[in-house]
């Protein structure tokens, strides 16, 4: 497959999911569990019936590994839906998720006695500034509303940048988990999709009221006429559905992606994938975004870049012949 269709699907799937996310959230903004609920829901049914085939296909990967890295799947999506509960800004969110690059470094170091250059360190160092500029942004724009429609609090907002931060963190150990478990396994991505997504499920039991309260309220929103076949469907429904699609849609095309380039290549392309993301929050549904977000968010960006070495601050050694 070229490349080019891959990264125009990572584009159009991942761009379009954040886009339905934010109609979905914006009218109920508790309702990240249901979403998440229904994506896992599809991504394990279509993976039991293409990647294990029905089950009989044996995982390549010890189940036990499977189960630790699902718990901590499960809790960076339980905890990220969650946040949306504390009044957290979609571009806020946006951008923190664009910081992961901090949780890793710092972790690597830690865990893995990894050393770094110096073009590293400064790249982690504009990332953090640039997520403490729009962090402190947005504790200054009273105009949040909250799901009860209660102005926005500067505790509430600080408790979501809190879960936030755990999440991002969490994130990162997991890779680091997923590093080692591929190094000793080999990689099989199809199949820790699946496995990532199927495992969790009767965790959402834990929170199978919230899941239940959220399907009652998509029932009573108003209905919409579906093109050509003329059904009445709840228009709630209708998002989510297109949500779960373009969800989809983007882990796979980044799946692909991974296979037909370079680790470079995919990192560049989900960051302008982000950024893009970013943009469409800002214009299509006029969040509010001052000049202190546009230089955290530029922080960010370069700062990424740079770590991904799109912006090289050293010089490459050339050895002589």
Same mark, same amino acid.
């Given at each position: *497959?070229h490349?080019?269709?891959?990264?125009?699907?990572?584009?159009?799937?991942?761009?379009s999911n954040?886009?339905?996310?934010?109609?979905?959230?914006?009218?109920?903004?508790?309702?990240?569990?249901?979403?998440?609920? *229904?994506q896992?829901?599809?991504?394990?049914?279509?993976?039991?019936?293409?990647?294990?085939?029905?089950?009989?296909?044996?995982s390549?990967?010890?189940?036990?590994?499977?189960?630790?890295?699902?718990?901590?799947?499960?809790?960076?999506?339980?905890?990220? #839906?969650?946040?949306?509960?504390?009044?957290?800004?979609?571009?806020?969110?946006?951008?923190?998720?664009?910081?992961?690059?901090?949780?890793?470094?710092?972790?690597?170091?830690?865990?893995?006695?990894?050393?770094?250059?110096f073009?590293?360190?400064?790249?982690?160092?504009?990332i953090?500034?640039?997520?403490?500029?729009?962090?402190?942004?947005?504790?200054?724009?009273?105009?949040v509303?909250?799901?009860?429609g209660?102005?926005?609090?500067?505790?509430?907002?600080?408790?979501?940048?809190?879960?936030?931060?755990?999440?991002?963190?969490?994130?990162?150990?997991?890779?680091?988990?997923?590093?080692t478990?591929?190094?000793?396994?080999?990689?099989?991505?199809?199949e820790?999709?699946?496995?990532?997504?199927?495992l969790?499920?009767p965790?959402?039991?834990?929170?199978?009221?919230?899941?239940?309260?959220?399907?009652?309220?998509? #029932?009573?929103?108003?209905?919409?006429?579906?093109?050509?076949?003329?059904? *009445?469907?709840?228009?709630?429904?209708?998002?989510?559905?297109?949500?779960?699609?373009?969800q989809?849609i983007?882990?796979?095309?980044?799946?692909?992606?991974?296979?037909?380039?370079?680790?470079?290549?995919?990192?560049?392309?989900?960051?302008?994938?982000?950024?893009?993301?970013?943009?469409?929050?800002?214009?299509?549904?006029?969040?509010?975004?001052?000049?202190?977000?546009?230089?955290?968010a530029?922080?960010?960006?370069?700062?990424?870049?740079?770590?991904?070495?799109?912006?090289?601050?050293e010089?490459?050694?050339?050895?002589?012949?």
């Open positions: *497959m490349p080019g269709i891959p990264i125009a699907l990572v584009f159009v799937g991942c761009c954040v886009v339905f996310l934010e109609f979905l959230v914006s009218e109920y903004p508790g309702s990240g569990n249901l979403v998440t609920f *229904m896992f829901l599809f991504i394990a049914c279509e993976g039991f019936i293409f990647t294990i085939k029905f089950g009989t296909v044996p390549k990967i010890p189940l036990k590994e499977y189960f630790v890295m699902v718990t901590m799947f499960f809790v960076v999506q339980v905890v990220n #839906n969650m946040s949306f509960d504390y009044n957290i800004p979609m571009t806020l969110h946006i951008i923190f998720r664009a910081g992961s690059l901090i949780a890793s470094l710092t972790l690597g170091a830690l865990i893995l006695k990894r050393k770094y250059p073009s590293k360190y400064f790249s982690v160092v504009l953090t500034i640039g997520i403490s500029v729009c962090t402190m942004a947005s504790t200054q724009d009273s105009s509303k909250n799901s009860e209660n102005t926005a609090t500067t505790l509430s907002l600080m408790i979501g940048v809190g879960m936030l931060c755990f999440s991002l963190f969490m994130t990162a150990r997991m890779g680091i988990f997923q590093e478990v591929y190094k000793k396994h080999g990689k099989h991505p199809s820790a999709l699946f496995f990532n997504h199927a969790p499920l965790g959402f039991l834990l929170i199978g009221s919230d899941i239940w309260n959220h399907i009652l309220l998509f #029932n009573q929103s108003a209905p919409v006429t579906l093109p050509l076949i003329g059904l *009445m469907v709840p228009k709630m429904w209708l998002f989510l559905a297109a949500n779960v699609i373009t989809y983007c882990i796979r095309s980044v799946f692909i992606l991974t296979t037909e380039c370079s680790a470079l290549t995919v990192t560049l392309v989900v960051t302008l994938r982000k950024f893009v993301s970013l943009v469409l929050s800002i214009l299509y549904f006029k969040n509010p975004f001052t000049l202190a977000h546009w230089f955290g530029l922080c960010v960006f370069i700062g990424t870049f740079i770590f991904t070495e799109v912006i090289p601050l010089r490459k050694k050339v050895k002589k012949q």
